[in-house]
């Protein structure tokens, strides 16, 4: 029986022979398509495409595009933006640190001109303070300052030079500009007499020999008998370190000094006077009661022959 549908056919096209439009294996059906063409409409412009969106996805977080980045929107962001003044406390405090910059370099550069400028070169050499030793001695053997900046000479340095002089201990120093050196030179202090041959040789406390004299009278200091000649014996230290003590005025009425053992000193006067001192404990306690004794007016009819100091706080004569 026959169809009673009316073939269709697309429009504009060219009726299809109707073998053609008959598939194969479909014999005796008429079948006809017809196409439809989608209605393309525009998309708004305010909702991105699906490839948009993926490709926005796909673009770093923050990235912002060229195109963005000029737009309208962002110029106008950028000109609201508010830049507040720098705080008053920062600013000064950069002051001051530039301010501490250029006082200490310029203090820098003043300390460096007066350390090595050759208007501050030691010129003249003054020395004070001897009396074993002649200034000019000192000053020859400091001679090697002579042209050197004052500020670069050190009392370090002025010890050094004087060490070959036994007969200084140490020396101090006072610079005065623009040239002069001034040196205090704290000499060694002799405290007795040792017997050389036919000479006598001063010795300090130390027992460095600080001299040599022919005549014993001629120094007002105590001989050190023979016994206790060697300067490194124990006897010597102990007789050395009480006439140490002694005063001055008192150390020169002494003829001499002796000591069976460093507990038992003894000392004679220039009248002939025993002091019987004992050992070396409470020494300046002991010197002052001697000074005491010796201070005290003779009585012709109670004659003084000794002085025994070796108990300080209850001293005798007899």
């Known amino acids: 029986m026959a169809s009673t549908r009316k073939p269709t056919y697309r429009a504009g096209a060219e009726p299809r022979p109707a073998d053609a439009a008959r598939p194969a294996g479909a014999d005796g059906v008429i079948s006809a398509q017809r196409s439809i063409e ?10 991105p495409s699906a490839a948009a969106s993926t490709q926005r996805a796909k673009s770093p977080q923050g990235a912002t595009s060229p195109r ?43 300390i460096a001109g007066a350390v090595f400028s050759p208007v501050l070169a030691v010129k003249t050499i003054t020395v004070d303070g001897t009396t074993l030793l002649t200034p000019e001695a000192v000053q020859k053997a400091l001679s090697g300052l002579e042209g050197k900046p004052l500020p670069q000479v050190s009392e370090q340095e002025i010890n ?119 050992n070396a404990e409470d020494r300046e306690l002991k010197a002052k009661a001697l000074e005491a004794l010796l201070k005290m007016p003779v009585d012709p009819k109670v004659p003084v022959s000794v002085y025994d100091v070796s108990v300080p706080r209850h001293p005798f004569t007899k």
């Open 160 to 278: 050094e030079l004087l060490k070959p002089l036994v007969q200084v201990r140490s020396a101090t120093m006072e610079a005065r500009p623009p040239s002069e050196l001034l040196v205090h030179v704290n000499e060694r202090v002799p405290v007795a007499l040792l017997k050389q041959g036919d000479s006598y040789v001063m010795v300090d406390v130390d027992g460095v020999q600080l001299g040599v004299t022919k005549d014993q009278s001629a120094v007002a200091l105590p001989l050190i008998d023979a016994g206790a000649g060697a300067t490194n014996t124990e006897l010597f230290k102990a007789i050395a370190a009480v006439l140490d003590t002694l005063p001055a005025d008192v150390l020169a009425r002494m003829s001499t000094a002796s000591a069976a053992s460093a507990d038992a000193v003894e000392l004679k006067l220039l009248d002939g006077k025993t002091v019987v001192w004992g």
């Open 38 to 47: 989608p209605d393309v409409k525009q998309a708004p412009a305010s909702r």
């Open 68 to 110: 963005d980045a000029t737009s309208p929107q962002n110029a106008k962001a950028s000109d609201n933006v508010i830049v507040f003044p720098e705080p008053k406390g920062r600013r000064k405090r950069r002051l001051v640190v530039w301010t501490l910059s250029i006082i200490i370099a310029v203090v820098a550069a003043l």
